[in-house]
Each structure stands twice: as structure tokens, then as C-alpha cells.
């Protein structure tokens, strides 16, 4: 079957091991549901690359890839190095002759793994330009909609990949959602499974949101205290400070851990109801009110988005 009979979702992006899917059972999850009650339609890889392309851009010291006008669920991904080589973290639809040429100059491409299956995109189309595996964690085969050989499920709770990389399984949002670590860098790339807020003092846990271009929410759903616990001890056994998240600039520069581990903590309070949650000070303790963040002012901000 040639790639142009592929069908994908043009609500989240999600390449299909067939031409006409009967419907997108990422979309109706209530994990995604983004513009529920529009029409859903299809594309495919070759349509996208009309009136799309890729853009690649420094974040957090690493390689971005994002698609614009933006596609889908928005999520740039991210080129880590990995040997002589590198590995594509997470992943975009769009992927495009340019796309490939400018991965080869900057080294290739040697494995791909991604964060959960909001981000599968077009995972099988990428990982058969390049010929290489894609690491998803045996927990979510279910929501891969696009079988191949190239796909490697893991079980468990940790994989080395090198000495550098290692993929953690924190859980959360989905049974198998993973992190990376990158030891070199002391940092680790979290996908959604931590939400940046406004404030840089805090982050958020969800089982269901989506921030809508514009301005909106389609759910907020708060991540149970089971779950964020176990988010919790799977970050606390890592040594890291950098956190990379899903989005341009949607990182922790520094003290990543214990903003994390604090945050999870406090989620937890508040969700059983205990009242000090809502009182409890960050890191380091409050900044003073004029140094705090402002709309204006939020690292978190997106320009491009106003
Ligand atoms: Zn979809």
C-alpha cells in the first residue's frame, strides 16, 4: 500500500494502518477529544506536506521539530543526540524529503520513542524512512493504529538504551507513558506527563486536558493520587534538574526535580482534600510578589500563540 493511502486524523494527527478508518479511537477518548462536536476529517502525510512544513529549532539546548501552521496536537519533537547519531523523541506527522535531509545533516536518526499515544503521528512512516525501531511501552500497544515490525514494546519499568539514555516508565495519563532520561545533560524529556503552568514554580498532573489554540480547555480532569504517586517515585529515583516538555519552551531550566516532586506532593494533598496543599510555598519559597511571573512575564508564555 503506498504511504498516500494512509489515512490520518486531522484532529490529532494519528497516521492509520488503512485508507478509511471507520473513526479515531484516540479522538474519542476522553483523554483527547479536542473541538468535540466538529466534523473529524482525513488526510494523509502527502497532503499535509502541500501547505506544511517543518521548522527546526533550538529548546532547552536540544533540537526541536515542530510542524507549522501548526497540525494536531501541536507537540514539537525533539532530536537527542545517541551515540554518532541521534534519537527522535516524540513525534510529528509531517515528515517530508527536506525533514529527512536536514535529520541527515545534523547526524541522522538511529531509534525513535515517544512519550504516549497522543504523540504517534505517523510514527511507522518515520521509522520506515529511516529504518529504525520505535520504542512504546508494551502498556499502550492497544492505541497503535498503525502495526509494523520496526515497533518494539518494552515491559517493565525502566530500559537502557545506552549509557546516556534510558527510558523510565512513569504511568500516569496512560498505563504506559514514558519519560526519557538523558544523563549527559542531567536532564529528562516528560512529554505531557507533567504540565507547565504559567507559574514556573509549580507544575500540574492531569489525566485529561487539552489547551485549545486561542485560549480554552477542552477537560481538566485531575490525575488520581495513585497515579501522581507513582509519577512521583518514578522521578524521584532519577537524578535530573533540566525538564523538557512537550511544547516550544515548555521547560524547567532548573530545579526540575524538586519542583516536581513538590508538586506531586501538594496534587496529592489537595486531591484527598487536605487544605495545607493550598497554602504550601514552592522551592525555595515565594519569590517576592513583584518578581512573580505575570501574564506578561511567564517563561511559559507562547508568543506566536497571541
Ligand atoms: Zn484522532
Redesign the pocket.
Known sequence: MATESYAV?D????QFGEASPVD?P??WDVR?QMRRGQP?GWTTVEQLGADHRNVFRDDAGFTGIGTEPAFGLEQRAVLVPFGESNLLWDCVTLIDDETVAEIERRGGLSAIAISHPHYYASMVQWAERFDVPVYLHEDDRAWAMRDDSRIVFWSGETLSLSDDLTLVRVGGQFAGSQILHVASRDAVLVGDSVLTTLDPDWVGFSYASGEIPGGGWTQLLPLDEVATKQLHDAFAALDFDLVVGSWWEHNLPTNGKDIILRSAVRSILAVRGDVSARTMPPVGGYAPLEERPTLETSPFREAERV
Open positions: 486524523c484532529n490529532c494527527g494519528t479515531c484516540i479522538c483527547n473529524r
